[in-house]
């Protein structure tokens, strides 16, 4: 019954190391998104793929790499964990430009 | 660069006292202003889309409203389930296929009972 799925819900890691988040929707749309939400609360794009296309990139480090196996699912890999990466990360999906709907994210804790 | 202003950043209200929460923005062609509400550990919950100045939209005890600077949240006789952090968001000219929400930085919203 979820619409947009997440795993997992909390993530605790040391710096260094190299960790995934993996994203599924169930509502047959063909876009996904990463989001970062900081300490202070403020909602950021990462990246966007469109049926396993990337679309939108932002200003991000490249050891985080998005990958997108089918329309339905969309990870987020991060290398080389740093002290700054700790946040909450949300997936979204739409259908096209439309209504973007939320995971309901996954707390990154790096230490 | 689009950007959009919430304010205030935080309301504190008694049950019942109805207020307006205020999201300003500067987008290069407005496709669409979003609301989600978004409750402590969880995601965004869409609430409205709004794509033209004058249009107005209801649900419950929320109703929203956009000119073409400004959108405000109308909370009607609030309860204390309202209380949540209410996000706005826009969606500006379709450029190179980018769909990207700008958000601004949330209004928490207390309600006393």
């Known amino acids: 019954d979820t619409a947009v799925s997440q795993t997992p819900k909390y993530l605790v890691t040391q710096m260094g190391n190299d960790k995934s988040i993996k994203c599924e929707q169930n509502l047959g749309h063909d876009t996904m998104y990463w989001y970062k939400q900081d300490s202070k609360k403020f909602l950021k794009i990462m990246f966007s793929?469109?049926?396993?296309?990337?679309?939108i990139n932002e200003t991000v480090p490249n050891r985080f790499s998005p990958k997108s196996p089918d329309k339905a699912h969309l990870n987020l890999h991060i290398n080389s964990l740093e002290l700054g990466d700790s946040a909450v990360y949300f997936c979204?999906?739409?259908?096209?430009?439309?209504?973007?709907?939320f995971g309901p994210g996954t707390r990154l804790t790096v230490l | 660069e689009d950007q959009v202003t919430q304010s205030p950043e935080a309301l504190r209200l008694q049950e019942g006292e109805s207020s307006s929460l205020n999201c300003s923005y500067t987008?290069?062609?407005?496709?669409?202003l979003f609301w989600y509400r978004q409750d402590p550990g969880k995601g965004p919950e869409f609430l409205f889309t709004?794509?033209?100045a004058g249009e107005e939209k209801e649900k419950e005890r929320l109703k929203a409203t956009l000119t073409k600077k400004e959108s405000f949240l109308h909370i009607t006789a609030p309860k204390p389930e309202d209380s949540a952090t209410y996000l706005c968001?826009?969606?500006?000219?379709?450029?190179?296929?980018?769909?990207?929400?700008?958000f601004g930085k949330g209004m928490k919203l207390t309600v006393n009972p």
């Open positions: 793929y469109n049926n396993k296309e990337l679309i």
């Open positions: 709004l794509y033209s």
């Open positions: 968001a826009v969606q500006g000219d379709f450029q190179g296929g980018s769909e990207k929400l700008v």
């Open positions: 987008v290069s062609g407005l496709r669409g």
């Open positions: 979204a999906s739409s259908q096209l430009t439309d209504t973007q709907y």
